[in-house]
């Protein structure tokens, strides 16, 4: 087959991000990060990491008219992400993010989502018109109303549905019956299963539970400890890659956007979600979202040295 093609429906953000020794506790000024502007938002993480990674991607999204909204998607383009439908908002200015980066390489993220709350049912619309794709990927950061027309019309057509369920955020039923592949992380699987950290129930039950919702298959992201699959097939864990982490920021949209892509390419699901393991370590070694998306290349010369 061609090259596999690729509609993320999305949002794009300026990351504002400052590396710390440690967290601020509430109330706290902490002086002597250093400070890094780069390009995120899950959406155009995920288109990046996609046509990186060798797939014709289109970005489905809004942004403002503002140097923030032109430096997203020049830098889209420079990635090889078709931009066609990524739509100038008049109104609204491009989504920030405030990312603080402690010395383990975890984040805390505060998103002010300005454009990317504008996205319409009917900017799908006018893509799909004249849009061919394999796959539809989306997360969490637009209008459900915008990712279940996504969605639909992906179904309409057999192209494999994929939500990436971040942030964390209830979600209907009739949302989650559209969904071929769901990859939840832990704290997104519980806001999907309406439950509270303290009556979490083993990660095989969570998995389980989440493939009741009507999900056709779930691939639950578990960081440094692999990933659980589950389908009617049954349930299989898959081990993650040992690496030394700079930052987390976006290792979880790089290991959805390499999922999409395997699957789309033709590998089944644990192959697939072995790839994305490995995408989403990488992604940890390198500063920023955007910028840590691995490449094709980069991937394999990683799966060659892991012997994987
Ligand atoms: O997943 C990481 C992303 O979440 C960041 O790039 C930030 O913009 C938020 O959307």
Known sequence: MGLPQILVVGSANMDLMIRLPRMPLPGETILGGEFHMVRGGKGANQAVACARLGASTWMLGRVGRDAFGNELVHGLEADGV???????????????????????????????????????????????????FDAVLCQLEVPIEAIAAAFQVGRERGALTILDAGPARALPPELLSLVDVLSPNRAEALAILGLEKQEEPTLEETAQCLLQTGARNVVLKLGAQGALVVSADGLAAVPAFKVDPVDTTGAGDAFT????????????????????????????????????????????QFLDSQGA
């Open 257 to 300: 956007a390499a999922l999409a892509v395997s699957l789309a390419e033709g590998r089944e699901l644990i192959t697939a979600t072995r790839l994305a393991a490995a995408a989403g370590a990488l992604a940890t070694t390198v500063l920023g979202a955007a910028p840590s998306m691995p490449t094709r290349e980069r991937l394999t």
């Open 82 to 132: 078709r931009c066609e439908y990524l739509v100038r908002d008049d109104t609204a200015p491009s989504g920030v993010a405030m990312i603080l980066v402690d010395a383990s390489g975890e984040n805390t993220i505060a998103v002010a989502p300005g454009a990317n709350m504008r996205v319409t049912a009917d900017d799908v619309a006018i893509a799909v018109r004249s849009l061919d």
